[in-house]
Nanobody, 123 residues
Framework: QVQLVESGGGLVQAGGSLRLSCAAS????????MGWFRQSPGKEREFVAA????????YYTDSVKGRFTISRDNAKNTLYLQMNSLKPDDTAVYYC????????????????WGQGTQVTVSS
């Protein structure tokens, strides 16, 4: 059974940093892309970042470009999201996901999800 387990969330002041991790089991890391999404209360889950299996290509939503960095360690089957210069608007539950088919920007293109980790940024 494929599983994704996120960790690293927490409470941080605006301007601070957090690093999220996502440990994968099974053959999840064989997928072409892995992604991070987030969801705030009352809002739809939204794309944050994605990375190609080799790590050579990364993709970000505009609001996090220059502040967040997605990376992966294929030897450890672990996905990361380094978040710097955090803002209160970044407050959300963050999910990692394994891509299946379709555009990397759409939640429907991913078929395996972690349970999520809460990130709260105070002003």
């Amino acid at each position: 059974q494929v599983q994704l387990v996120e960790s690293g969330g927490g409470l941080v002041q605006a301007g601070g940093s957090l690093r999220l991790s996502c440990a994968a089991s099974g053959r999840t890391f064989d997928r072409t892309f892995m992604g991070w999404f987030r969801q705030s209360p009352g809002k739809e889950r939204e794309f944050v970042a994605a990375i190609l299996r080799s790590g050579s290509n990364t993709y970000y939503t505009d609001s996090v470009k220059g502040r967040f960095t997605i990376s992966r360690d294929n030897a450890k089957n672990t996905l990361y999201l380094q978040m710097n210069s955090l803002k209160p608007d970044d407050t959300a539950v963050y999910y990692c996901a394994a891509h299946n088919t379709g555009t990397i920007y759409n939640t429907r293109s991913y078929d395996t999800w972690g349970q999520g980790t809460q990130v709260t940024v105070s002003s």
